[in-house]
Structure formats: structure tokens, C-alpha cells
């Protein structure tokens, strides 16, 4: 085991690496306790000043509970679809099967630049934009494919003789499905719920294209505060995003371990 | 259709058959399972065993024929309406619920009262020693625990058939042999009638009141353990059962076997042409040993061209012209030593000698 | 007889399997196939001054859109840094995946988490963050000047770009290195090892041809995702990075020129259509 013993110059450089990439994300944490009035790193002073701006930034506020909502409807309304549908492609052997899974997960292929467009387009003409309805049938439309993608990997992972042995028992198909099925993926259920969450929550390209004065998410707000100004405002905010996200891997951690969930 | 049952016959497969397309898995197959009988279905991988236990249960639909459980014919009955116990190669115990619970499901179908529920799924698994684990989740039992769990499931709603698909593949050579004798125990003192899939002859021979020996979705023979070791049927069922030796031989038109380069006997009569004659080795002894007062129908002159000792067995290779023979002999301390390359001659009787027409592939 | 039987089952199977997925088939195609399909009939659509369209078939928006240098430019340029973007991704993150993989237990998991939280933060936090480092009074102009040498200009220009969006692609590309070193046996190092080959032709005749695979799907994953970066060159370019994503939300949204954006659109998939059928005669290749 010798010859696999890394050598300094190796580690040093690693951990040079690694440093290139999370300084922007930890950079934010020290950066949004800074008493400047404008972007300096180091800061000059410490306070809380632009924790409490943000908080007083009612535009803020309002794009991050419109952000929220979106995210948890979204989030539920792609388990509710994804997991019949992935059932029925795992489950079920039809012609045409491969076929129709890759056509359902093809969006994930395109870039949102291009599908951000595409969807601004039909949407005008539907009278979907700047609607809640319209960001959450266009993150829908982001996030089925992933949800799909996690929940048919569960599925087909699963010991299907449980099933068969919960029929044999004298368990009817729908009984199965709701007690057996179901609770067994429960694991693939809160990843993939994991994953929609921070997609959408996140999701600001294709966002971008949709809203306007009347409704705007988080992301695009603090994309465009960034892109009009640059002070400390938005290190609160993304120390505080961080922070969720955090959160949520961790839930996913408890559920069934990250590795499984998003290196596959 | 009018369904006509024997009085002590339980379960009847009556000409199931199994085609995807073109392909026929199963042609055609006729069984009939008594009451509290436990059926081995024994062969290699591919022969349709499994397929035939999953059409009992219902888990496969069969292409034509029925299947008739106690006169009633549930052919097109779905799974959840059969009453049938199975206990899966995998287990298959519900992950997300502890041993308890498991065992519990079946009773919650048939809509038994949570109490009583309890309380039979208590007996069932005292039954299998498990009482003290009703409370842990499967994944924190050995094999042979969820092995048992899987067993008290199945039985615990008094099924009127038990079907087994190779419950005893997945542990390990110790574990194997208690779980036989633990498996037999319950259907005996239960009397349900039980059908058992595997590929292990020991397994089959054992355990079973009678065996099924399948090959390519037919029926080779269908008989006790002694009747399919001691009377084979056919020629796979001898060597598929049981070690066996092989010789080409014919017999000719005045009806006398050859074979090994001589004349032979046998108590089996074919008609004459390319035959395959087989002795079982351990039916085969080494002539003019000391003490050894046997008499042989068949006597063959040869040279012993390897010697293995195995505890209470001595092996040996015999060199019959083109032929290698093994002989399987009782270690005995008074033997005259025998060594590679003496001569010896082998014998053994006319009704150890197997004849089955063909050529023998 | 028996067939008629079972019959009706299957089909009320097939009658819920269609229920069932048409949910995620009616997104799909009202949200996916019908956006795509119309974005390539808009470019061959002709524009109204001030947005709208006219519903007529032109070449005019290939045809413009080939013979304008600007756009010529455009398209090279953004290839051309994507490509540059896509292997300094590469040589960054190589070691860092090789060391992950040697490593193991919960230092392992430690490290995953590590590269994939930058992931699962938004685009927006971390070139906000970059911008915080490049500014030009910030940590890397003043450390710069610092040791006496003159200041560069890092920000709203290519080379803030570059930086921050090599850091933004490098998850992805240590993730698909990960996934193509599962072969990487470590026994093979030590046979190459203990048959007299130095740690440097280790590496040059045994690692790295194995990991070639990996290294294959990281670069098209990168490229791709370069190429259509439009968060990084928008906030960091401040306007003077012309690439071809930005330029089709300014098409789009700014000028309301909707088939420009279109047809830009459609010669990012073409772009996509060129890195993936390269990326098959590369893996063709190694087979």
C-alpha cells in the first residue's frame, strides 16, 4: 500500500484546488458580516447592517416567499407525477419504453438558455407569463426529469419479489402499491423531493425569461440586484441560501446517503 | 369444464403449458400432488421449475391447461384470492417493517382483527424460535433468521398450499442442513401440503416425499427419493441424480448387452440398438478382496489408474479399455492395499445395471 | 377461450399505464417538444421591428445571421473560450478527482459533500462571489499588487469569466471523472509499479489511459454546459462579453428580435450536435 501513499506536493495542490472551489461560496459568510457600504473583502468593520437590509428589503422578502411556495408546490407536484409514471416505466414492459423515457428526461439535454427561450415563446402566446402557473408548469418541466430519473433507479432497484410476496399474502395491486411499493421507496422519494426543491428553488435562466414586475423569484432578484450594484446585500442572502441547502443535503444524507442519491 | 379430483389429491396441474411466441418453455405438463405431501420440483437452471411454482401461485400466467386446488379450478382466480403461502429464493420480507409486522400483513388482508393478528403472528413465530426478534426490522436478522421469518408469513395464514423457490440457496452449508430438517419439521407437524423448488438433489432427496425431476418443461420422472435414485427413469434423471458412470454400450438383435468390450447383464430390458449403461460407483466392488463375499452378475477386468481417499470412502479411477470407471469403496482397515496401476477386477449385480436406449450424449 | 380470459385484465392495465403517464406526457409536450419544435420554426419566421412576428417562411435569419461577421465572431469566440474554458476545467479538477478516489471512509464522504455543495448553490451565489474576490480593490488585485507586480483588470472583461466559470463547471467535471475512474483498479498502479515503472510513466501509461473514458464524458459535459453559461458572463462580462447565450437573451428580451434568438438558439444545438458526435468518434476511438 506503500506506492499509494500521496505525496506532499500532491496534497498541497489538492487542497489549492479545493480552496479554488469554495472560495466564493465561503467567501459570502465572512463578506455578509461586513460594516462597508460597498463590496471590499476584507471588510474595514463587522456588523449585521445588511442582514437587517435584507430583511428590510421588502422585494426581497416577497421574491423569496414566491420562491419558496414555488419550490414546495413544484417540488410536490413532481413526486406526485413522477412517481406513477416511473412505476409504470419500471413495472411495466411496452413497446416503445426506452424510447418514451428518453423523451421524458430529454429536457434535462437542453440548455436552459435555449428551453428558457422556447417556453418564453409559447408561454406569451398562453398568457402564462409573469404567472404563477407558468413557473410552475415551466419548472415542472425541469424538474419531472430528474425526479423521473432518481425514483426509476429506486424502483427498478427494488426487490420485486416483495411485491409478488405482498400478492401472494392476498394483497390486491393498489394495496401493494400503498403498502408495500410506496413505503419501500421512501428513500428515492425524499431524494428526488430533495433535488426538485433545489432545482427550482434555484432554477434562475429559464426564471428569467418568465417573470417580470408583477411576479419574480429569489435567484432572479439577487441576479438582478447583482447585476445593477454590488454591495454586501447579497452575501446575507447567499450565506442564508447556502445555508438552506445545506440543510436539505443533510435530509437527503439522513434518507439514504448523498453518494446514492446524486454521484449515480 | 367438468374438473375430476382424486379423493387424497390436493393439487392437480392438468396439461400447463407456457409459450413466449414461438417458443414453447413448457409444453405440456401433468401433476397431481397429494394432501400434506411435500413435492420436490428438482432440475438444473432453465428446466421451467420456477415458472411452474410461479404459475401456482399465480405470479405467472400459463399459456393453456389449469390448475386445480382442492376441485376448485383457480386457473383465472388473481394472486391475492388464491390462499397460497410462498416463501421466495430472496426472502422478500417487507424492509420497512420489523418481523412482527411482516408476519402480521397476510392476517391484515384477510381482515383479522389487529389483536388476534398479534397474537397468531406471536404463535407463528415462536413456531420458528423467532419470538424475541418480533421487534427488529429485517435487515438486522442473519439469513437463517429471515429465512424463518419468511417461513412464519407464509404459513401464518394457514395457506392451503405452501410453495417454496429455493428457500435454502442463500445460506450457507451449515445453516443449510438445520433449516432442512427445520423446514420438514413444520410441514409434517402442520400437514400442509407444500411444493419445493431447487436444483440440489440432496435438497430434493432429503426433504421430499416424492420428486419431481424436470428437464426442458418436461416431466422426466415423477416418484419417491428412492424410486428416482434406485430407478431412474431415464438416463438424465440417473446422472442427475446421484453420481453415476457411463458406458456406451448396444444391444443386438439376439437381445445380449455389450458394453466395456464384454458381455453384461442387465435387469432392464431395451430394444436392441446404441445403448447407454450406467452403474452407480458405489455398487461396484473390487473382486477377491479379502472378506468379500459378494457376488457380482457382471465382472470386468481393468486397471486402477487413480486412488483418491476421502475419509470413509475410497475413490477409485478403474481403466476399462477405452472407459474409466470410478468404484467407490467403504474404507476398511483388513483391506488388501490396492495401488495405481495393479489389476483388479470390478463387480457388481445385474440390477445395479442401468440400460436406457440411445447413444448417449 | 382462455385468451378472451385474460384479456380485458391487460387491457384495463394498459388503460391505467396511459392515465398514468399522461401527466408527465402532457408536460413534456406542451412544456418540451412544443416550445423546441416552434423555437425552430421562429427561425425561419421574419421579425417586426419592436417584437411580434410575421408568420412567413425566410432564409433570411441563416442567411443574415452567416454573413454578419459580428455573429461569425460570436459563435467562434464562444467555442473557442468554452473549449479553453472545458480543459482548464479539466487539469484543475483531475487531481482532485484521482485523490477521492484513493481515498476512502468517511473522508471520502467529507470530500464528496465538499464538491458537491458548490453544486447545489445557486449560479447567482457563486458568481457573486467571484465578483467579491476579482473586484478591483478585492483580495486577489491587492495580493497582486501587493507583491509590487502591476494590477490586472479582472473583472467585466474575459478573464473574470474564464475564472469563474472554470470554478462554476468544476463539480461536474470531477463527478464524471469520478464515474469514468470506477475501472481504475488500484492493484493495475501497483502492477505498473512493482514491474520498474516510475510514479510519473504510472501515470502517463496506466492511469491516464484508463481514465480516458471519464475524462471524455467531464469534457463534453463541461463543453456543453460552457457554451450555454449564461449567469457567469453576464454578471462578470458587465456587458462587454459577447457570447452566444448572452446574446440570445439580449436578442430575446432586450431587442424582442425573437427569430434572431431563435435561430441563435438553434445554432447552440447544432453546436451541441457537433461536441456530442465528437465526443462518440473519441469514445469509438478508445474502444
Known sequence: MEIHKTTWPMRILVFVLFAYLLAPVLLVFPLSFSGDQVLRFPPTFWSTRWYEALFANSQMLKAFWTSLSLAAIVTALSIVIAVPAAYVMTRLKFLGRDLLFNLFTAPLLLPTIVLGLAILIVFASFGLLATMQGLVFAHLVVTLPYALRVLAVSLSTQDRACEEAARTLGAKPLTVFFRVTVPMLTPGIVAAAALCFLVSFDEVVITLFLTGPRISTLPVELYNYVYNQADPLVAAASALLILLTLGVIMVVERAMGLGKAFVK | ?361 | ?287
Open chain 3, 1 to 287: 377461450m382462455s385468451a378472451a380470459a385474460t384479456l380485458p385484465r391487460q387491457w384495463r392495465n394498459g388503460e391505467l399505464a396511459v392515465m398514468l403517464l399522461l401527466p408527465i406526457a402532457l408536460i413534456n409536450a406542451i412544456g418540451f417538444i412544443l416550445p423546441v419544435l416552434n423555437l425552430a420554426r421562429y427561425s425561419f419566421n421574419k421579425s417586426r421591428i419592436g417584437g411580434g412576428i410575421e408568420n412567413v417562411f425566410t432564409w433570411d435569419n441563416w442567411a443574415g445571421l452567416l454573413s454578419d461577421p459580428f455573429y461569425l465572431e460570436l459563435v467562434f469566440n464562444s467555442v473557442w473560450i468554452s473549449l479553453a474554458i472545458t480543459l482548464t476545467t479539466l487539469v484543475v479538477s483531475y487531481p482532485i478527482a484521482l485523490y477521492l478516489h484513493r481515498s476512502t471512509g468517511s473522508w471520502r464522504t467529507f470530500l464528496t459533500v465538499l464538491v458537491i455543495s458548490p453544486l447545489l448553490t445557486s449560479a447567482v451565489v457563486r458568481t457573486y462571489g467571484w465578483i467579491a474576490i476579482l473586484v478591483d480593490d478585492g483580495p486577489v488585485v491587492s495580493a497582486i499588487k501587493a507583491v509590487g507586480l502591476p494590477a490586472p483588470s479582472l473583472m467585466f472583461n474575459i478573464k473574470g469569466v474564464f475564472i469563474g466559470l472554470t470554478e462554476i463547471l468544476m463539480p461536474y467535471m470531477i463527478l464524471a471523472l469520478m464515474a469514468g475512474f470506477g475501472r481504475l483498479d488500484p492493484r493495475v498502479e501497483e502492477a505498473a509499479r512493482t514491474l520498474g515503472a516510475t510514479p510519473s510513466r504510472t501515470f502517463l501509461k496506466v492511469i491516464l489511459p484508463l481514465t480516458l473514458p471519464g475524462i471524455a464524458l467531464g469534457c463534453l459535459l463541461c463543453f456543453v454546459l460552457a457554451v450555454s453559461s449564461f449567469i457567469t458572463p453576464k454578471l462578470m462580462g458587465g456587458g462587454r462579453v459577447f457570447l452566444l447565450a448572452t446574446e440570445i437573451y439580449d436578442q430575446a428580451i432586450v431587442t424582442l428580435n425573437w427569430p434572431l434568438a431563435s435561430t441563435l438558439s438553434i445554432l447552440v444545438l447544432i453546436v451541441f450536435g457537433a461536441a456530442l458526435w465528437a465526443y462518440s468518434a473519441v469514445l469509438r476511438r478508445l474502444d
Open chain 2, 1 to 361: 369444464m367438468p374438473v375430476s379430483s382424486a379423493p387424497e389429491e390436493h393439487l392437480r396441474l392438468q396439461n400447463i403449458g407456457v409459450s413466449f411466441g414461438n417458443v414453447n418453455v413448457i409444453p405440456s405438463l401433468d401433476l397431481s400432488v397429494r394432501k400434506g405431501e411435500m413435492v420436490a420440483f428438482l432440475g438444473p437452471s432453465g428446466c421451467g421449475k420456477t415458472t411452474t411454482l410461479r404459475i401456482i401461485a399465480g405470479l405467472n400466467t400459463p399459456s393453456r391447461g389449469h390448475i386445480v386446488v382442492g376441485g376448485r379450478d383457480i386457473t383465472r382466480l388473481p394472486i391475492h384470492d388464491r390462499d397460497i403461502g410462498m416463501v421466495f429464493q430472496s426472502y422478500a420480507l417487507f424492509p420497512h417493517m420489523n418481523v412482527s409486522r411482516n408476519v402480521q400483513f397476510g392476517l391484515q388482508m384477510r381482515n383479522v382483527s389487529g389483536r388476534e393478528a398479534e397474537e397468531r403472528a406471536g404463535r407463528a413465530l415462536e413456531m420458528v424460535q423467532l419470538s424475541h426478534l418480533a421487534h427488529r426490522k429485517p435487515k438486522e436478522l442473519s439469513g437463517g433468521q429471515q429465512q424463518r421469518v419468511a417461513l412464519a408469513r407464509a404459513l401464518v395464514i394457514q395457506p392451503s398450499i405452501l410453495l417454496l423457490d429455493e428457500p435454502l440457496s442463500n445460506l450457507d452449508a451449515k445453516l443449510r442442513d438445520e433449516m432442512r430438517v427445520q423446514i420438514r419439521a413444520l410441514q409434517q407437524e402442520s400437514g400442509i401440503t407444500a411444493v419445493f423448488v431447487t436444483h440440489d438433489q440432496v435438497e430434493a432427496l432429503s426433504m421430499c416425499d416424492r420428486v419431481v425431476v424436470m428437464r426442458n418443461g418436461h416431466v422426466e420422472q415423477f416418484g419417491t427419493p428412492t424410486e428416482v435414485y434406485e430407478r431412474p427413469a431415464t438416463a438424465f434423471v440417473a446422472n442427475f441424480v446421484g453420481r453415476t458412470n457411463k458406458l456406451k454400450g448396444k444391444i443386438g438383435s439376439d437381445g445380449v448387452l455389450s458394453a466395456a468390450g464384454q458381455q453384461l447383464h442387465s435387469a432392464t430390458t431395451v430394444a436392441p440398438g446404441a445403448v447407454e449403461v450406467l452403474v452407480r460407483p458405489h455398487r461396484i466392488h473390487l473382486q477377491g478382496q479379502a472378506g468379500d463375499t459378494r457376488e457380482a452378475d457382471n465382472k470386468v477386468k481393468g486397471t486402477v489408474s487413480g486412488l483418491t481417499f476421502v475419509g470413509d470412502l475410497v475413490q477409485y479411477g478403474v481403466r476399462v479399455g477405452d472407459d474409466e470407471i470410478v468404484v467407490e469403496e467403504a474404507t476398511r482397515r483388513e483391506r488388501r492395499p490396492v495401488g495405481v496401476g495393479d489389476s483388479v477386477v470390478l463387480g457388481w449385480s445385474a440390477e445395479d445395471t442401468l440400460v436406457y436406449p440411445g447413444g448417449g450424449q
